[in-house]
């Protein structure tokens, strides 16, 4: 049966019924049949009209709300992220971050909450009339440098305000990014899905599927892509990736599969901005902002979005490079949150009312003048600034004696990461001096910049010794990659392709081997027979040992663990040279091994010792209490003992039939010694 085709709600594009996301732009496709929610009416008052979009967490509707009457977007997320009790946790906690932020570059979302009919995770936002800015890259490419910088600019500058909160957004991508027209600014940007983009990164699930993780992996940091904690850091990364693209009309990075890509962002240096595209029209002030903000070490780039922002407007203005002012008013701080701190309420100073900001008379000591006289009023201001004077320096002189031993610690910890101390020795490397830093302040940025430099020297070091070829360096540097990141799936990765690699080195050749290769009469030899895996496993196998064209005996073959491996034993009892041969199956399609075996005679030694009188001993029998793993088959005088060991692992078998052969000489008479 033919499954439904599918298209991208995006582009167009047309796929089969297998697909789920377009290969373009990372879009979840969408069936011919009718969308269920189209004509629905929901929490009675949205009245879904059609879809305008969709992504790698949901579909996104016009919808009319009949109470206002106006048109609002809704967007209902994917029902996998309902059925997780975790990811409904986290939706709504992110959804009411995202109803938090006011910005005039920011979407604004009005509703949240879960669809009292199945559940389905639901946000109500604003209509915006516009179109994506991946869609304006398709058609236009590159945009000219003023453009470029006053559309970069605005997406700096509300994922900056995000910033100054406490809040990442962590998936900052064209597809994220609308313009729309405001005041007649066609270019006018609005940022989307701030806040709720990081369910898709707690949800491991998500992460496997190929177009979401394509859509990201373009624009992802290097910390986002080795799975380690990002920050605001990270999205000034992304923003530089987003940035390069408008100015150059490509990214700095292409391959052809989302792991090629992420393994481009952690090794690779982004090719300089003027020498890609149409970069070669950009200032180099401004190319040296983007560059900035595409350093693998995070600590290289700036703090927060709201720094690249003025970082970018300060090289406009330094090339004359003429850039639209926003029409509101710009941030009060570029200071970066603290770390950890995530204060949703604004803080702003009280203005004073004239009651406050009055002389209140109503408690006048009595003798003393209601405007206080010059010196008071110069002695109070010498004992206040006496008293600041003396807190600054109590704080300076504390904050110093608590950053002592980490500033020590951190020069020790630089120190061992130059010198490539990493896990040893004992002491005095990255590993142990970085965890005794971040057991005084677990949040240390140093120590945490410390260890990802760490970390990124060991996956060059194995991506070193895998391309040439030295598999056990490459699975020792992937190993010491996992003390410093425990779990990190790259490098779990990494060692299973490793071990599976060395398995197939260490996995013999099909063929015959004889071990030893030199053996004499009354030794026993080894056979091992390796079939090749896409051949069918015969019932009858076994070797043969011919002199000759004479087929004189027939040993048993026994399986060695696998299908592939049967070995089987045999004791030689003259010498002469004989084709061991094993065979499996029978007819046209009979297996058949094939190799030389020559048996010495015995040393002069042993000769001797055969040659010494010894007392004849009557030989008498014993009941034997159980069987036992050597099978002694007497033939003739002439041929003495044949003794046959089965090697480790087999089980014995019955002796196959012997064909008789005189030897071309006898050993002496048998005197109830052993040979």
């Known amino acids: 049966m033919t499954a439904l085709a599918k298209h991208c709600p995006i582009c167009g594009t047309r796929y089969d019924g297998a697909a789920t996301f377009c290969q373009k732009d990372g879009a979840k496709l969408t069936s011919e049949q009718r969308d269920p929610f189209v004509g629905r009416v929901i929490l009675d008052q949205f009245r879904i009209e059609e879809p305008i979009g969709a992504g790698g967490m949901g579909t996104v509707y016009r919808a009319h709300q009949t109470t206002l009457d106006r048109h609002v977007a809704v967007k209902i997320l994917h029902p996998e992220l309902a059925s997780n009790p975790d990811a409904t946790r986290r939706f709504h906690r992110e959804a009411r971050v995202a109803t938090s932020l006011e910005h005039p570059n920011l979407v604004r979302v009005f509703l949240f909450g879960e669809l009292p009919e199945d559940g389905s995770l639901y946000l109500v936002m604003e209509y915006l009339r516009g179109r994506s800015l991946t869609q304006a890259l398709k058609t236009e490419g590159a945009l000219p440098v003023p453009r470029a910088l006053h559309v970069a600019t605005q997406i700096a500058e509300a994922v900056g305000m995000a910033h100054a909160r406490g809040i990442v957004h962590r998936d900052v991508k064209p597809e994220n990014v609308m313009l729309v027209e405001r005041r007649g600014d066609r270019d006018f940007v609005k940022v989307l ?187 109070a201001f010498v004992l206040g600034a006496a008293a600041v004077v003396g807190g600054v320096m109590l704080l300076k002189s504390r904050g110093q004696a608590e950053q002592g031993p980490l500033t020590e610690l951190a020069g020790r910890a630089r120190t061992a990461l130059q010198a490539g101390h990493l896990d040893a020795p004992p002491g ?97 030899s080894t056979f091992l027979a390796v079939v090749d895996g896409e051949r069918a496993v015969g019932e009858d196998a076994h070797f043969e040992l011919w002199r000759g064209r004479r087929r004189l005996r027939r040993v048993p073959a026994v399986r060695a ?105 006898a050993p002496p008479p048998w005197t109830g010694g052993v040979l």
């Open 193 to 379: 899905d701030f806040g709720i983009a990081r369910l898709l990164w707690d949800d491991a699930t998500h992460l496997t599927q190929s177009g979401v993780i394509f859509g990201t992996a373009r624009y992802i940091s290097p910390e986002g892509a080795a799975g380690e904690e990002t920050d605001a850091r990270s999205d000034v990364y992304s923003i530089g990736v987003l940035t390069y693209q408008l100015l150059t009309g490509v990214t700095p990075f292409e391959a052809q599969t989302p792991v090629a890509m992420l393994m481009k962002h952690i090794h690779d240096q982004a090719p300089p901005l003027r020498s890609m595209g149409a970069g070669r029209r950009v200032p180099q002030p401004v190319a040296d902002v983007v560059q900035r903000a595409l350093a693998k070490n995070p600590d290289m780039r700036w703090d927060d979005a709201g720094q690249m922002a003025d970082a970018l407007r300060e090289a406009a203005e330094h090339c004359a490079v003429p850039l639209p002012r926003a029409s509101w008013a710009p941030r009060a701080s570029t200071l970066p949150p603290a770390r950890g701190r995530r204060d949703l309420t604004p803080t702003a100073p009280v203005p004073l009312d004239r009651s406050e900001r009055s002389v209140d008379t109503s408690m006048q000591v009595p003798g003393l003048s209601k405007r206080p006289r010059w010196t008071t009023m110069l002695a």
């Open 428 to 524: 005095e490397n990255v590993l142990e001096l970085t965890a005794r830093m971040l057991e005084q302040a677990p949040r240390n940025a140093e120590a945490r910049a410390i260890r990802r430099e760490a970390v990124l020297t060991l996956r060059e070091q194995a991506a070193r010794a895998r391309a040439g070829d030295e598999l056990a360096e490459a699975k020792r540097a992937w190993q010491r990659v996992l003390v410093f990141t425990p779990g990190d799936p790259q490098a779990v990765e990494a060692i299973r392709e490793i071990e599976t690699a060395e398995a197939q080195a260490r996995a013999p050749e099909p063929g015959l081997r004889l071990t030893p290769e030199e053996v004499r009469v009354g030794e026993t």
């Open 561 to 665: 663990g696998d299908e592939k491996r049967w070995v089987g034993s045999y004791t030689w009892r003259a010498a002469a040279t004989y084709e061991v041969r094993f065979v499996m199956g029978a007819g046209e399609d009979a297996l058949e091994l094939e190799e030389t075996q020559r048996v010495q005679r015995r040393s002069a030694r042993l000769a001797r010792d055969d040659e010494r009188p010894r007392t004849t001993l009557r030989p008498t029998p014993r009941p034997s209490p159980s069987p036992t793993p050597m099978t002694m088959e007497a033939s003739t005088m002439d041929e003495g003992i044949d003794w046959t060991i089965p090697a480790p692992g087999m089980t014995a078998s019955p002796p196959a039939p012997i064909v008789q052969e005189p030897e071309p000489a």
